[in-house]
């Protein structure tokens, strides 16, 4: 059976700016991103469909036989038996939402505009998990760190765990092989530990599941974790750490403060870098939502930072409870700047203006060049499309 994933425009604007540059479905939550979940679970090759101006990098691929997989649901061994079993001309569907349906080729040509009327609907009758909005990527990363670690970690032995360490409950902890951990305290006891292949923890690190580290990231000398945190691949993080999920790619090698945030792929946090994650009247905190074109409110106490891919902050910044960064974006000077930040802007507390394309362009280069990739004519495109889009954003 041929897989796609798929999602509506309102759940894609939703998660902007992380969706700037990525379909929902390469959203990172738990330790894999959501299609390497499905991938998984089904043992299948999936494909997308996305936004136009992103389908040239997440292409899609048709079949004469589909089954479209709604983007925001995150599966599990029930639900994927139950989309894999789904007869062709039916959908699944859970309290009116869409999550799966098995459609032939001329209707995989419109996902978006399916006519359900015409197909058998399936009623899913149990619990299921989904992301609605940004900050669900941090509120349900614990439960989504307990699900990839049993998943990946099932029927396989970790490598030994150095006696430099200090650990309790060894069993929900699983390293990698090629990872190093020295000298450090693991305690797993009301949570899963995961150091990904190749990955590092410094001298004096102090982490509290559920926490992991993906493949090749550092953890610095002497952070402090607090679960449920995930570090996506080729990072260096350390400081104090609070319930985040970063993409990968990215940088925080310095003390300060993060917590209930979600960072994306090739950002870098100056040293002395602080996040507020609670309001000083502890009431709930609101946050920038694109497609409403207003701040919302989240339901939390507790919620710091979101940052779109490539943005870059300087040292000693300081960012505000419920703060939304977007794309290409360098903030930088005292004081607290907006909390809300237009993708390719240049600034901070003192005031922004636009971050040139042409400037943007030249440091994401340089940026991705220290890890021997090279920003593609795809990516290239894919960023000149959202400095295009953002435009209006930029003279709010």
């Known amino acids: 059976m041929n897989y796609i994933l798929f999602e509506y425009q309102n759940d894609f604007k939703n998660f902007l700016p992380l969706t700037y540059t990525r379909p929902i479905s390469e959203i990172r939550i738990g330790i894999l991103t959501i299609k390497k ?62 999550i799966a349906a098995n459609i032939d080729k001329e209707s995989a040509q419109d996902i978006e505009n399916i006519d359900l009327s015409k197909l058998s609907p399936v009623e899913y009758e149990e619990n299921v998990s989904k992301i609605g909005n940004m900050w669900d990527i941090f509120s349900l990363n614990g439960t989504e760190i307990q699900k990839d670690f049993l998943l990946l970690t099932s029927n396989r032995i970790s490598e030994a765990i150095s006696p430099t360490n200090k650990v309790f409950n060894e069993r929900n902890i699983f390293i990698e092989k090629g990872a190093v951990v020295e000298c450090s305290v693991l305690n797993a006891k009301d949570g899963y530990i995961y150091i990904g292949k190749e990955a590092e923890v410094m001298e004096n690190c102090v982490i509290r599941g559920s926490f992991a580290l993906c493949e090749h990231s550092q953890l610095k000398v002497g952070a402090i974790i607090y ?70 409110r989240t339901g939390l106490q507790f919620c710091g930072l979101i940052m779109g891919d490539h943005s870059k902050c300087g040292i000693n910044t300081m960012f505000n409870t419920g703060t939304v960064v977007g794309v290409s974006t360098n903030i930088y000077g005292s004081g607290f700047p907006r909390n809300f930040i237009p993708s390719f802007m240049w600034g901070g507390s003192h005031g922004f203006i636009t971050y040139q394309i042409e400037k943007a362009i030249e440091t994401a280069k340089k940026v991705m060049k220290r890890r021997n990739i090279d920003l593609s004519d795809i990516d290239l495109k894919i960023l000149h499309k959202i400095y295009d889009l953002s435009d209006s954003q930029r003279k709010m």
């Open 37 to 98: 979940k499905w991938q998984k679970y089904l043992n299948s090759e999936i494909s997308y469909k996305t936004a136009d101006y992103l389908s040239e990098k997440y292409p899609i691929r048709i079949e004469d036989d589909n089954i479209i997989i709604n983007s925001i649901f995150l599966p599990d061994k029930k639900l994927s038996e139950h989309i894999k079993s789904l007869k062709a001309n039916s959908y699944l569907k859970s309290q009116n939402i869409l």
């Open 227 to 296: 679960g449920p945190t995930t570090i996506g691949p080729f990072s260096k993080f350390g400081g104090e750490i609070n319930n985040i999920v970063v993409f990968g790619y990215s940088n925080k090698a310095h003390d300060g403060f993060l917590g209930n945030s979600v960072i994306g792929e090739w950002c870098n946090l100056g040293a002395g870098t602080n996040n507020s994650n609670l309001k000083n009247n502890y009431e709930e905190v609101k946050l920038w939502n694109y497609a409403q074109q207003r701040f919302v």
